[in-house]
């Protein structure tokens, strides 16, 4: 059984930056893809950033291209998220997710963090 913690959400003014946290427990990510996704109210949960744990292949959303970079620490069994020049429409809860096909369905994700909120001021 995989568990995932998320954090380092906050409250920061447009045009700043937030680090995201993803930390594996119980298991290695070692044959795994790992995502980030993002749920604003009202709207349903949308692919933010995908890294394959085995190569470090990376993908993102064409909303965060150029500001959000995902990154991997094998030893820490952890996922970073590195937002920069964010937007109040990047508001939302952000969720890691473990699972393994490259895909930005979210539903065939196998495994879930809680969930940390990002809140971009204007």
């Known amino acids: 059984q995989v568990q995932l913690v998320d954090s380092g959400g906050g409250l920061v003014q447009a045009g700043g930056s937030l680090r995201l946290s993803c930390a594996a427990s119980g298991r290695t990510f070692s044959s795994t893809v790992v995502s980030w996704f993002r749920q604003a109210p009202g709207l349903e949960r949308e692919f933010v950033a995908r890294i394959d744990w085995s190569d470090g292949t990376t993908d993102y959303a064409d909303s965060v291209k150029g500001r959000f970079t995902i990154s991997r620490d094998n030893a820490k069994n952890a996922v970073y998220l590195q937002m920069n020049s964010l937007k109040p429409e990047d508001t939302a809860v952000y969720y890691c997710?473990?699972?393994?096909?490259?895909?930005?369905?979210?539903?065939?994700?196998?495994?879930w963090g809680q969930g940390t909120q990002v809140t971009v001021s204007s």
């Open positions: 997710a473990g699972g393994r096909f490259t895909t930005t369905h979210a539903s065939l994700y196998d495994y």
